[in-house]
């Protein structure tokens, strides 16, 4: 998948325990994405970055945070993990912003209990 | 609010025949419409992509076909075949002044042997 390593693959947790989960990229793209992917809904983008340390919204980040302090390294990290919040999270990467292309690591399945 | 809205939710298509998924859109300013392949436990991959300018794009089996009038346009695979199963997401996205790519919601496509 394009140089892109998501870990863990699988989690389980409790309501209430906070999760991060990692995204490492050996392409040296420039943009970074977290997507969450849920039955009904395609994938909805909750945080992305375009940079060392530069990160924005976007349209399910409620509850979630990101960090990006390398340009290969992307974490998506749950403060307060919800029920609502089991998902399988994609992590992805592209190297331009017209006509973008994304490159998707395989998943991190998240189970909130 | 969804703003790529992809039809039907699933597909069942004999092995030679022809797939076609639909999507619509609702914001004019869009002006990238790539589809991506997901395939049980991988993230999705780009497939194929079409820009407004044209009406049509070809790759192999696969077809973009773009009405831009009725802000809408479909996926026709050809010859469809068994190792073609696999979820179908349309997809829409900002050149300039944003490019975060929006999703539809998916359809699983299954061919029977």
């Known amino acids: 998948d394009a140089g892109i390593t998501q870990s863990p693959r699988h989690k389980v947790t409790e309501t209430g325990t906070p999760v991060t989960l990692r995204c490492h990229q050996t392409e040296n793209h420039r943009y970074m994405y977290w997507y969450r992917q849920d039955p009904g809904h395609g994938l909805r983008l909750i945080h992305y970055?375009?940079?060392?340390?530069?990160?924005d919204k976007g349209e399910v980040s409620d509850g979630y945070s990101v960090s990006r302090s390398k340009t290969e390294d992307f974490l998506l990290t749950l403060e307060s993990a919800t029920s609502s919040q089991t998902s399988v999270y994609f992590c992805a990467i592209s190297d331009r912003i017209r006509d973008e292309k994304l490159f998707f690591g395989s998943g991190t399945q998240l189970s909130v209990l | 609010q969804q703003q790529v809205k992809q039809s039907p939710q699933s597909l069942i298509v004999q092995k030679g025949g022809i797939s076609i998924i639909n999507c619509a859109y609702e914001n004019t300013a869009f002006d990238y419409f790539p589809w991506y392949q997901q395939f049980p436990g991988k993230g999705p991959a780009l497939l194929i992509a079409i820009r407004p300018d044209v009406s049509e794009k070809k790759e192999g089996r696969f077809t973009i076909s773009f009405n831009k009038s009725a802000k809408q346009f479909s996926l026709h695979i050809m010859d469809s075949q068994p190792g073609d199963s696999a979820t179908y997401f349309c997809?829409?996205?900002?050149?300039?002044?944003?490019?975060?790519?929006?999703f539809g919601a998916g359809t699983r496509l299954f061919v029977k042997a």
């Open positions: 997809a829409a996205s900002k050149g300039t002044g944003g490019f975060k790519t929006i």
């Open positions: 970055s375009y940079g060392v340390k530069d990160t």
